[in-house]
């Protein structure tokens, strides 16, 4: 029986790691963390991801081919294939510092994989790495091993969170990066290929050299976030000239050269992906000296940060340009619907900036935790890849953390008393609230501030509300505001 051990039962490794257990039911699966919590969390009947789908995957194959464990090293040691599926944020301090990925837990990972093997290896980059890591992994293995052989390939995830499940069932591709040029090489892709095929249609699997699977995966997170940053820039632009984003993206989308998907206007992207990846590929752009390359690149940051700090702004110069004292009902807080993961939500920003001028925020999200919330507002930002407004809470104390903010059990509760509620996750259940009972219970004039374009604008004002949805032609109201920086 082949064994896999994949390292990291992370949002990548855990459901990943099911779906291959689920498929390949000859195949022995067990994922492996250093987080003791997290293992507990995958044994258990709560798992420690919300994902769509994944609780049946994972009871189907838990205690049959899939195990979860915090022993590391034994695992590892006799595997035959280990998936490295660690974090890799963005560096902190030192060079590179708010740019180039951080791969502190992938050195580790691989200088153990040497040091507790008892033989030969695959080993796979699951992670998003920097182009040419595979490269910096064969040194090390190379260097540290003890006798036996390993071959590298480069295996990238391609899964959204909150559809991870349907993504992993039936991908638009797999890629296998590897050293095709010699006989193991191609024998460990093929085998890993092998793995896919049992239910990946071949056609969808692809195999490439290792440097063109670390780059494509950098790079289809630069052209999707792309295009976020590209529909939102023309959001701003709909919102100056009486325009419809919602008939500009259709009417564009419909060319079948430029495709309907992924262009919805927004408060902004986030996730642990798309931000972090395109800091990585900026940074390796300027260190092959290509400045323009990454300065282009950049700026999909700086649009996306610019959405985030323009519904701020919007929200408070609508407001008489204070929101003081005033409550503010946040609906969502994950960074995008059916997950409960918090990395990166344009959330923060926008909490961040309304607490910064004073007002007082009641959350809800149907599946953070108000202990999620309080750490992630908490949380410092990097100087260099937010804008100085988008800051204040750091002079926040936790006593000002705790008047402020408030986490509420649904959103008729959040919204109770607000001033204005802003939609900032696209959860279905915002689609039906009942908003003429949320506007009943709310200060006048009420405001919703719909960063998703969920709400139907008219029927909300006909209610009563003043309305502002991204990229939507504004009210009076609005209009008459002072223009926002
Ligand atoms: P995560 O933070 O949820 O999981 C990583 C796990 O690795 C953690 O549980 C951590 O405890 C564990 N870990 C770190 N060092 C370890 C070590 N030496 N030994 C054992 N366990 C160790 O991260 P996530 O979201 O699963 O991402 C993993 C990688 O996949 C990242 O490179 C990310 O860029 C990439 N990716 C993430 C996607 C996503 O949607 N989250 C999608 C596609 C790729």
Known sequence: MVKICCIGAGYVGGPTMAVIALKCPDIEV????????????????????????????????????????????????????????????????????????????????????????????????????????????????????????????????????????????????????????????????????????????????????????????????????????????????????????????????????????????????????????????????????????????????????????RFVNRVVSSMFNTVAGKKVAVLGFAFKKDTGDTRETPAIDVCKGLLGDKAVVSIYDPQVAGEQVARDLAMNKFDWDHPRHLQPLEQLSATDLEKQVAVAADAYEAAKDAHAVCILTEWDEFRGLDYRRMFQGMQKPAFVFDGRNVVEVAKLREIGFVVYSIGKPLDDWLKDMPAVA
């Not at 969390?41 to 994902?51: C, Q």
């Not at 040497?114 to 190379?142: N, R």
């Not at 990066?177 to 056609?203: C, E, F, I, K, N």
Request: aromatic residues 8%; hydrophobic residues 40%.
């Open 30 to 309: 067990v994922v492996v963390d250093i987080s003791s919590p997290r293992i507990a969390g995958w044994n258990s009947d709560r798992l420690p991801i919300y994902e769509p789908g994944l609780d049946d995957v994972v009871k189907q194959c838990r205690g049959r081919n899939l195990s979860f464990s915090t022993e590391v090293h034994r695992h590892v040691g006799d595997a035959d294939i280990v998936f490295v599926s660690v974090n890799t944020p963005t560096k902190t301090c030192g060079l590179g510092a708010g740019k180039a990925a951080d791969l502190t837990y992938w050195e580790s990972a691989a200088r153990m994989i040497a040091d507790v093997s008892v033989s030969d290896k695959i080993v796979v980059e699951k992670s998003t790495v920097p182009v040419k890591t595979a490269e910096a992994i064969e040194k090390i293995l190379a260097h540290n091993g003890r006798g036996f052989s390993y071959q590298i390939l480069s295996n990238p995830e391609f899964l959204a969170e909150g559809t991870a499940i349907r993504d992993l069932l039936s991908p638009d591709r797999v890629l296998v990066g590897g050293r095709r040029d010699t006989a193991a090489g191609s024998a460990a892709v093929d085998l890993l290929a092998g793995v896919y095929a049992r239910w990946v249609p071949q056609d969808r699997i692809i195999t490439t050299n290792l440097w063109s699977a670390e780059l494509s995966k950098l790079a289809a997170n630069a052209f999707l976030a792309q295009r976020i940053s590209s529909v939102n820039a023309v959001s701003a632009l709909c919102e100056a000239t009486g325009a419809d984003i919602a008939e500009v993206a259709h009417s564009v989308g419909k060319d079948a050269r430029i495709g309907s998907r992924f262009l919805s206007a927004s408060v902004g992207f986030g996730g642990s992906c798309f931000q972090k990846d395109i800091l990585n590929l900026v940074y390796i752009c300027e260190c092959y000296g290509l400045p323009e390359v990454a300065s282009y690149w950049r700026e999909v940051i700086r649009i996306n940060d610019y959405q985030k700090s």
